[in-house]
């Protein structure tokens, strides 16, 4: 079965501190993919990022970057020298080969703090 | 500007009153979906669309009813709400599988 387990629900950092988000999948299909999504107080969803099972380079875009390994099943999120609008919940996704259904984690909820 | 649109934002209702919270995109996606995000349990999907007049359940499809009559709508129809059925709703749209997902802006309803 399907899983994403962000077992982190809330961090708190202080401005500039390096903090990664932890994201990690089961599935059963060898075709899939990985998203990192931002949901600021706001409440809307923002997409960082999506990757495919077959892709394990990992990204760096800007202060973010990705670590993908399949080997462990996660795709963690680090966000170097935090700022304070970074504060959100993170939500990391599966979708699988035969279906548009994202299957989300419970998200992570991010305050920095200036 | 390519969107995904949804009306109302927030809604406020009795038990038993049907409702419907509309969902409109202009970027001509094929699939589209609604998910409901509560406390603790992340994001879940309703209903899903990968075509017009094609829908399907996805993981919590009880109390709610969809259609596709048009590429761009896709209401979701709560015809006797219930209060477990106050969440945050958002609907979403994309090219295919695997492909990013594009959300609207989200629909807070709560149910008295």
Redesign the interface.
Known sequence: AQK?TQAQTEISVVEKEDVTLDCVYETRDTT??L?W?KQPPS???V?LI?R?SFDEQNEISGRYSWNFQKSTSSFNFTITASQVVDSAVY?C?L?E??????I????TRLQVFP | EAQVTQNPRYLITVTGKKLTVTCSQNMNHEYMSWYRQDPGLGLRQIYYSMNVEVTDKGDVPEGYKVSRKEKRNFPLILESPSPNQTSLYFCASTTGVGNEQFFGPGTRLTVL
């Open positions: 994403v899939y993919y998203f999504y409440g809307e969803l997409f999506r495919n939500f996704a979708s080969d035969d279906t548009d259904k994202l989300f984690g419970t998200g």
